[in-house]
């Protein structure tokens, strides 16, 4: 009997043993495939060995459980967080198309600095993005007109309306053959006499009338006489009458900036009103681009209105 009881434990013992590999086996296998690996089996062997995964995409789900936390539950994502992905990569591909890159330009800061979307105060910008004006007008192209329309106004200030009227003369734009060229690269300009300028026109005698009629219209306050190719030019005393009438040819300059400021939004509204009627460019846009036009050119005559009171302040001696 007790032969037979110590077979029986052996047979009890290598059953266990069995038992307990295979357990053990399954365990492994378990965490391995919970991790991710995959479980193949060897070639030529009658068992299994496990292998490395395969290259996994960086991009994980935000559906994933976190860590330490729903123990015990699927790891499969539910149909809610499916929906909430989708929806947020929908969310991310609208973002990505509203963001435009364009080079930064004196138009596009101008743009950025106003307020769309407030309430609407006079001299406001419409709701309208840099990159759909562009679309509708060659905004680039305006602002740069205006610039220089605004440029011919500071230089006039700067040469020519000015106290000293002996060295105003010699920036004065002259229209020759339709261009306009300074006044000293067309005559020679002395002063023999402290109280009379002389320009000599005899390098190009068909510029003469011009110069007087430049002279007569530049808002100086002078007064010009020809003899000949010569031309005569008293200089007036500094008074207070001389110093306001000054200030009222800068104003008069300034108005003609204008003008051509009105001119040239003039001539790009036209422009979005005739892509309106052809169809290239819808009516809200079209609106919303003339309003943007109208703004931009009201800026630069405020810019001009700036010059005026400082240029005025400095005749005037303020």
């Not at 600095?113 to 990159?131: E, I, T």
């Not at 305006?142 to 610039?147: P, Y």
């Not at 009516?283 to 800026?299: E, L, P, S």
């Amino acid at each position: 009997s007790l032969l037979q009881e110590s077979k029986m434990l052996k047979s009890l013992t290598t059953s266990c043993l069995r038992h307990s590999s295979r357990l053990s086996y399954l365990c492994q296998s378990s965490r391995a495939l919970s991790a991710g690996w995959m479980e193949t089996p060897s070639v030529g062997e009658g068992c299994c060995s496990l292998l490395r995964p395969p290259v996994i995409s960086a991009q994980w789900n935000r559906g994933m459980a976190k860590k330490g936390k729903g123990k015990g539950k699927s790891s499969k994502p539910s149909i809610d967080d499916l929906i909430d992905e989708l929806s947020d990569d929908e969310d991310d591909a609208v973002e990505d198309a509203d963001t435009v890159v364009f080079k930064e330009t004196e138009l596009s800061k101008f743009l950025k600095q106003q307020h769309p979307g407030k309430k609407s105060v006079k001299g406001s910008l419409p709701g309208m993005k840099y990159h759909e004006f562009v679309e509708v007008i060659n905004g680039e192209s305006l602002w740069k007109e205006l610039q220089a329309a605004v440029d011919n106004l500071k230089s006039s200030y700067l040469h020519q309306l000015n106290v000293r009227s002996s060295t105003s003369l010699d920036e004065l734009p002259v229209m020759l053959e339709g261009d306009k060229y300074p006044l000293n690269e067309l005559a020679a300009i002395s002063k023999k006499d402290p109280k009379k300028l002389i320009i000599d026109a005899s390098a190009f005698p068909e510029a003469a009338p011009n110069i007087m009629a430049s002279i007569r219209e530049s808002g100086m306050n002078l007064n010009p006489q020809q003899d000949g190719l010569t031309i005569f030019v008293p200089i007036p005393k500094v008074t207070k009458e001389f110093r306001e009438k000054l200030a009222g040819g800068a104003r008069k300059k300034l108005n003609e900036c204008k003008d051509e400021l009105r001119s040239i939004q003039n001539k790009y509204a036209k422009i979005v009103s005739e892509r309106e009627l052809s169809d290239e460019v819808s009516k809200d846009d079209a609106r919303a681009a003339v309003a943007v036009i109208k703004v931009i050119t009201d800026n630069f005559i405020t810019a001009g209105d700036q010059l005026l009171m400082a240029k005025t302040n400095e005749i005037l001696g303020k």
